[in-house]
């Protein structure tokens, strides 16, 4: 298994440029998770997913879009990139059941917004 | 709102000194909790979990001890090694309006 698999590693975008982050999972996890992670800082909950056609908001999420039509698939949107969008971002996934609700990360997504 | 923090933002510790990092949280209702470490350019990776009907589990080397009365949970790393420093965060995955609160992280950094 591969585990959570996120791409780009890096990128640079210029003010209002847009890209979408991809995220794709192997384990058949149901829900998936869009974190930021700004320098010295914890990890700020973007979007979440619980399944493939549910997502909801979390605590930061303007300036981002989300969708899950697949199960696997979990991409995050940026429309109109900004400077305050400069962060690293991880993509995660989680499997609730009896054994609980650890979440499992990708590499991350390192962005500038120059 | 909930929240879930962390007493130090940095801990040096001695390398074969013990560590202990400190997790404070404020839903009393929170019934499990995950610690995280993360390394240096990496996404955080899952240490060791506790539920609520526990006041202390053990893992290799690291400890979790939950005190529900003050609501307050630690991680100890025995004999802490170079590869131990990391980010450490505490997790509550059942607290607040959004699925996962993290805390802000504590820096362990081991000193040779």
């Known amino acids: 298994n591969a585990g959570v698999t996120q791409t780009p590693k890096f990128r640079i975008l210029k003010i209002g440029q847009s890209m979408t982050l991809q995220c794709t999972q192997d384990?058949?996890?149901?829900?998936m998770y869009w974190y930021r992670q700004d320098p010295g800082m914890g990890l700020k909950l973007i979007y979440y997913?619980?399944?493939?056609?549910?997502?909801d908001k979390g605590e930061v999420p303007n300036g981002y879009n989300v969708s899950r039509s697949t199960t696997e698939d979990f991409p995050l949107r940026l429309e109109l990139a900004a400077p305050s969008q400069t962060s690293v971002y991880f993509c995660a996934s989680s499997s609730p059941g009896p054994l609980g609700e650890k979440l499992f990360f990708g590499s991350g997504t390192q962005l500038s917004v120059l | 709102g909930e929240s879930v923090g962390l007493h130090l933002p940095t801990l040096s510790v001695q390398e074969g000194d013990n560590s202990i990092i400190n997790c404070a949280y404020s839903?009393?209702?929170?019934?499990?909790f995950i610690w995280y470490k993360q390394e240096s350019g990496k996404g955080p990776q899952f240490i060791i979990d506790?539920?609520?009907?526990?006041d202390k589990r053990q893992g290799q080397r690291v400890t979790v001890l939950l005190n529900k009365t003050v609501k307050h949970l630690s991680l100890q790393i025995a004999a802490t090694q170079p590869g131990d420093s990391a980010v450490y965060f505490c997790?509550?995955?059942?607290?607040?309006?959004?699925?996962?609160?993290f805390g802000t992280g504590t820096r362990l950094k081991v000193l040779a």
């Open positions: 997790a509550d995955p059942t607290s607040g309006t959004y699925k996962y609160i």
């Open positions: 506790i539920r609520s009907n526990m």
């Open positions: 839903n009393s209702a929170s019934d499990y």
């Open positions: 997913s619980v399944g493939a056609g549910i997502t």
């Open positions: 384990m058949n996890h149901n829900y």
